[in-house]
Nanobody, 125 residues
Framework: VQLQASGGGLVQTGGSLRVSCAVS????????VGWFRQTPGKEREFVAA???????DYGDSAKGRFRISRDNAKNTVTLQMNSLKPEDTAVYYC????????????????????WGQGTLVTVSS
């Protein structure tokens, strides 16, 4: 399984940006896909995750502003980010794991098996 993140870039405070994760493999629909972000000197932070049936969860910083969605036919997961703030600046990584249930473990990066290369999102003030 390979993950390819794309869509990062530079946006002004208050703007919107969409990042996508393309996942290779025929069993995409069985994977939970999550987004994490990281900035230098800080721990990796959970942003959002979505299960095969569309159940989703968000980190505190993303609630109310970000929306995660998936298209099982196209093997893609999209993170729509609105009302962006300078503190959202980070490298955003998508990750995937075959996971039978749903729970708090999916907010931890150590749960995920596969990772993409990351895409940089910069929010200017």
């Amino acid at each position: 399984v390979q993950l390819q993140a794309s869509g990062g870039g530079l946006v002004q405070t208050g703007g919107s940006l969409r990042v996508s994760c393309a996942v290779s493999g025929r069993t995409f629909s069985t994977y939970v896909v999550g987004w994490f972000r990281q900035t230098p000197g800080k721990e990796r932070e959970f942003v959002a995750a979505i299960a095969r049936n569309g159940i989703s969860d968000y980190g505190d910083s993303a609630k109310g502003r970000f929306r995660i969605s998936r298209d099982n036919a196209k093997n893609t997961v999209t993170l729509q980010m609105n009302s962006l703030k300078p503190e959202d600046t980070a490298v955003y990584y998508c990750a995937a794991v075959q996971y039978a249930g749903w729970g708090q473990a999916l907010t931890r990066g150590s749960t995920y098996t596969y990772w993409g290369q990351g895409t940089l999102v910069t929010v200017s003030s």
